[in-house]
């Protein structure tokens, strides 16, 4: 599986920006999908993960109420809408993917994941 990340950039505190992370391969359904984040100076931190299906998803109090992962597996793709956002939202995103065999969707932890994107970046201005 391989994953590439797209859609960062230079936006304005209160604005609002959409990743999107396409996955190759015929599976991709099987994958449950995260969304991880690296700070300056910071360790990687878990954002959002999302079900095969789409139906289920996880949120980093963080960015709760204002990010929202979702997904299209007809397109291979899961995408994360950033809204309202703050300057300590900028880092590095990486998309992240494992296979799974049930319902599962909450995954916060990098070691539960064997793909990675390459990373896109996000810089909030105040």
């Known amino acids: 599986v391989q994953l590439q990340a797209s859609g960062g950039g230079l936006v304005e505190a209160g604005g609002s920006l959409r990743l999107s992370c396409t996955a190759s391969?015929?599976?991709?359904?099987?994958?449950?999908l995260g969304w991880f984040r690296q700070a300056p100076g910071k360790e990687r931190e878990f954002v959002s993960s999302v079900s095969r299906s789409g139906r289920s998803a996880a949120y980093a109090d963080a960015v709760k109420g204002r990010f929202t992962i979702s997904r299209d597996n007809a397109k291979n793709t899961v995408y994360l809408q950033m809204n309202t956002l703050k300057p300590e939202d900028t880092a590095v995103y990486y998309c992240?993917?494992?296979?799974?065999?049930?319902?599962?969707?909450?995954?916060?932890?990098?070691?539960?994941?064997?793909?990675w994107g390459q990373g896109t970046l996000v810089t909030v201005s105040s």
């Open positions: 992240s993917a494992d296979y799974t065999i049930s319902s599962d969707y909450d995954r916060r932890e990098e070691k539960q994941y064997t793909y």
């Open positions: 391969g015929r599976t991709v359904s099987r994958l449950l």
